[in-house]
């Protein structure tokens, strides 16, 4: 059975009230867990609204209301045995504590898909196992970057009829185009991406539609709530997750110990499949309506070149969208060398390129949002199982490079998960069958093929493109060899002493914005109040080594500039860090 531990403080209060619920419900007085009883011991649905909930007796099986469809889950499976009810008031530590079969970490295309497969699996085979899903952004999608070109792959397996049941996935890919930029030029090159049949959708809506048949499966779904702690029982297996302390004041004691990738470390899942470290990208990406002569639906185009110089991997996308609207991004690899790059005026930049300046304006920004991406493919696949659950989607670095895609791997691993979690609850096999149909499957196959894509470019823009021409119309994967990532991104950062600062232009307020400006477009904030969420491991590190030695790159790399050098009343620089301005991007200072 796995546990869902939430704080004391009145956890359910903060989503349900952004949600919408109608005040007149109220919560029981159990001390503290702001369940609300449901007539049937089972979550309410809206239609299920007939008799008004009436507060609960502590301990009696409780369901807490769910007023609005579409809600959770991602970054890792946790699965596991036992009972199928949650109950109120089994006051642990001071928590109240929820049992469920299976926990997924975040609503994102992995972490429903796998809730989704579990249900079906159920219906099929006359089960009942409870899964819920915890998601830390405000409702599902919140936190999801939405222009997307979406591979149908995963959803044609896991939803056939998907297309008669409203997936909100409309606009099929229609050009396809791939230029390399100078400053000034734009030069066609053959594109080498095959974007036949797949779609331009808005991966947020794709969620939202996704939480929607979840829900009508059985799924529990809880957006805001972060998964903030792994718990262990005394044989080191995971049980459960303990959730954010809502509530808890900005100056609160507690502790804020997730990080992402803990578990890989704790289990040495790297080194236990003898893989490569991970690498990382930094996607930024805004969201404008423009002009409706200048819209061309569906169209796809990707650059390379400038803004960014030949020694730093990444490159933009651009895609049209329904309603007049484009999706426009950059994605800079983060093993790049000079520390005075800022990814976030590089993106401010690219915008006012003639071929890019002509399209925009006259247009409106709508969104802003950043989000890293795991580059390591094949080299990098941790053994994604561990006692008491596994690892889906992108926590475990399903992304295809050259395709710049991880949305159909995600939502496959997330399925083959659940497969392997309803056998081990049902047939009691080892959760290592995920392991092995991962192994069997086209996840594995089509990562195996890109894999020298990426390393390639360590030897520079022209070389990467050469060898990946090569690959991508020749070899098609079947080279003898597999060429290694270089060190990991935080050791290919030079010192500042070898690099002059980047003097960006100002942003013009009309293409390009300042931080504060693009914020307020982000659809991620934070009460004034809430604990912080980034803690530094060794507070000296940024006054002794970033500071000194890399000019405080910190203050550069984050796209939120989350992190701020101010001077104190001393006259000393001291990093400051504005916790409130993260987008969760989760690129993290890595010394
Ligand atoms: C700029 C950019 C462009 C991209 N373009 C494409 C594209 O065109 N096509 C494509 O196929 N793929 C694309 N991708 C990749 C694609 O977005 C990912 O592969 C896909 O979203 C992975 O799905 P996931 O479920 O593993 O993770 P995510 O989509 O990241 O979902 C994770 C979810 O978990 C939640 N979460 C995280 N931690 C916690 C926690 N501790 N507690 C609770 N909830 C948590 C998050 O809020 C989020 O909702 C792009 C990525 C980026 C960054």
New binding site residues.
Partial sequence: MLRLRLPRSHPLRVPFLRAGVPAALTPHDCGGCHAWSSPAGRPPRPAAWDSPPRPARHGEPVGFLDPLRGR????GLGCLAGGSRFFCGEATGGRESLSYDVVI?????????AAIRLKQMCREQGADLSVCV????AE??????S?????TRSLDELIPQWRQEGAPIEVPVSSDKFYFLTRNRAVPLPSPFDNTGNYVIS?SEL?RWMASKAEDLGVEIYPG????EILYDENQKVVG?R??DMGVAKDGSRRET?Q?GQIIRKFNLREKSLVQHQTY?????EVWEIDNAKHELGSVLHTIGWPLDRKTYGGT?L?HMKDRMVSI?L?VALNYHNPFLSPYDEFQKFKHHPFIRRLLEGGTVLQY??????EGGFQSIPNPVFPGGAI?????G???VP?????????K??MLAAEASFKALNEGAGMETYLDSLKKSWIWEELYQARNYRPAFEYGLFPGLAFSALESYVFKGRLPFTLKHDKPDHEATEMANLHKPINYPKPDGVLSFDVPTSLYRSNTNHEHDQPIHLRLKDPTIPELVNLPKFAGLESRYCPARVYEYVTDEKGDAKLQINAQNCL??KVIIGF
């Fill in positions: 959770l889950w991602s970054r970490v975040g609503a994102g295309p992995a972490g429903l898909s915890v998601e830390k952004g599902v999608g919140a936190h999801t970057l222009g997307n070109v979406f591979e991966l969620v709530f972060a998964a903030s997750i959730t954010n997730f992402h990208a930094l996607g930024i990406k996308f895609y991004g994605v949002g950043a989000r890293t991406l795991n889906i989607g992108c926590a475990a399903f992304l295809n395709k710049i895609k991880g949305t159909h791997t995600a939502m691993s997330g969760h991007c």
